[in-house]
C-alpha cells in the first residue's frame, strides 16, 4: 500500500503534484480530471453558434440509438413468434425499425453537415474518424437485422447475400444463412462496437469542444447582438 504526504499549505507545484501519485489509479485519475475536467464533461454553458440547427442531429442520432437498443431489447427477449403474432410484438417491431430509420437519417445529416464544416479542425480528427467508423458499423448491423425478420424477404435476402460473401471469401466464418450467427451478431456484437464507439465519440466532443463553424466569430457576434437586442 502506497502512503502520501499530505498537501503543503499554499499549495503544491505541478512538479510536486505529478509526484503526489505513485499508483496506477491515481496517475490515471489525475490524466481524467487533467484531459476532461468536470465543466467540460457537463458543461453548464454552450457557445451562441450551437443555436444553429444543424446541431441537433448528433443529439438526434444519440436518441434514436438509445430507442433502437432498448426496443432491440425487448424483441430478442420475446423472440420471433412474439413479435409476428402479438399485437404488441408488432408495435415494438415497428417502433424499433423506424427508430432505425431515424438514427440513419440524422446521422446522414450530421455527418454530411459536419463534413461541410471541416469538423476534424482544432486536432478533431480522431473524432471525425469515431464517427465514420460508427457510421459503418451501423451499415453492418442493419444489414444484419434485416436477416432476422424470419420471413420470405429476410430468407430470400439472406441467400443472395450467402453466394455474394462466398465469392468474396469470407462466407466461412459470416454465414448470413446462419440464423443463430445472425443474432450473435446483431444484438450482442456489432451493438457493442455501435455503442462504445459512439460513447467514445461524444467523450471526444467534450475534450476538444463542439466544433464551431468556419465563420464562428461573424455567426457569434450576430448571436450575441441579436440577444442584446432582444433583452433590450
Known amino acids: 500500500m502506497t502512503t502520501t504526504e499530505p498537501p503543503k499549505a499554499g499549495g503544491a507545484s505541478e ?8 499508483t496506477w489509479t491515481g496517475k490515471t485519475r489525475r490524466w481524467v480530471l487533467k484531459v476532461l475536467p468536470p465543466e467540460k464533461l457537463l458543461p453548464e454553458d454552450q457557445p451562441s453558434y450551437v443555436a444553429s440547427w444543424i446541431y441537433v442531429f448528433g443529439m438526434g442520432t444519440l436518441a434514436s440509438l438509445a430507442i433502437v437498443i432498448i426496443s432491440g431489447l425487448v424483441l ?22 423506424w427508430s432505425v430509420e431515424f438514427f440513419f437519417l440524422f446521422m446522414v445529416v450530421h455527418l454530411w453537415g459536419k463534413y461541410w464544416m471541416a469538423a ?5 480528427v480522431l473524432t471525425w474518424i469515431t464517427g465514420v467508423v460508427a457510421f459503418a458499423i451501423s451499415i453492418a448491423a442493419a444489414f444484419t437485422g434485416y436477416l432476422l425478420q424470419t420471413n420470405f424477404e429476410s430468407e430470400w435476402i439472406s441467400f443472395e447475400a450467402k453466394d455474394a460473401l462466398n465469392a468474396s471469401g469470407i462466407g466461412a466464418w459470416f454465414n448470413v444463412a446462419n440464423l443463430g450467427q445472425m443474432f450473435t451478431w446483431h444484438i450482442i456484437l456489432l451493438p457493442l462496437g455501435v455503442a462504445a464507439i459512439a460513447a467514445f465519440h461524444v467523450i471526444l466532443v467534450r475534450v476538444h469542444g463542439v466544433v464551431s463553424p468556419i465563420d464562428a466569430a461573424e455567426t457569434d457576434a450576430q448571436l450575441r447582438d441579436a440577444k442584446g437586442v432582444a433583452s433590450e
Open 15 to 22: 512538479e510536486e503534484d505529478s509526484e503526489q501519485f505513485t
Open 76 to 97: 430478442s427477449l420475446n423472440g420471433p413468434s412474439w413479435w409476428h403474432l402479438s399485437a404488441l410484438g408488432h408495435f415494438v417491431n415497428s417502433t424499433h425499425l
Open 120 to 124: 476534424w479542425r482544432g486536432g478533431r
